[in-house]
């Protein structure tokens, strides 16, 4: 097995290093207006850094190059600069960086990956087919994905809107986040576990509120009960 990249191994901020990828789209309600078009799907981007394992996620409306630029704006503005990006070689990836004028390399050259890096941000992509060498950030698609997948899949086609989606993934962010990053002590004077949410808050301590008296039928009623029942139904699968 070879070496890990120096980006997974460097001592720096969080997201200093970056993964990142596009996954789904869900159907959402959507209302069509005399002489507009809606588009009823929405899709997650999903940053990982590639230190501290920590996710951050995104939802756009198009896969198109604006959209993921707002997005990658977004999230800079909230987790400050980076320094690297890597990603696949999806067309809205490459489309995006012709926009940004950013640096696009390819990791088989060596000698274009050095000059480049030198020159401040800098976007990786993976060779063509080697989607295991994105690893790091498609494990944590995995993570999440699939528990997503089953939970949208039983939203009624009527329930599901745009809020609730945002904020249900800001939610599935959250409890990702929470994860342990190392084996859990046993030892009752080191009750810390350490998660990328101690990290990235550097609080301790969480106080989150449980809602313990919502239940299956509260998914029909007001949209932050939908978006509560959503959440505990991630954190337990």
Known sequence: MADLPDDRLTPAPPFTFVGVDVFDPWKIVYRRTRGSKVNPKRWA???????????????????????????????????????????????NFIGSVDDLE???????DPKTSSYLNSQGITWKFNPPNYSHMGGVWERMIGVSRRILDSLLSDIPGNSLTHEVLVTFMCE?????????????STDPDNPLVLSSSVILTQKTKSDTQTF?????????????RRVQTLAEKFWKR
Request: positive net charge; glycine residues 2%.
């Open 45 to 91: 981007v999903l940053f990982t850094c590639l230190a501290i394992r920590a996710i951050h996620t995104e939802v756009i409306k198009e896969m198109t190059s604006s959209c993921f630029i707002n997005a990658l704006r977004r999230f800079t503005s909230i987790r400050g600069p980076i320094k690297e990006l890597r990603s696949d070689r999806g067309s």
């Open 102 to 108: 950013a640096n696009v390399i390819n990791i088989e």
């Open 212 to 224: 313990n008296q919502i239940n299956q039928s509260d998914v029909y009623k007001s949209q932050w």
């Open 172 to 184: 599935v962010m959250a409890i990702v986040n929470a994860r342990p990053l190392v084996p859990v």
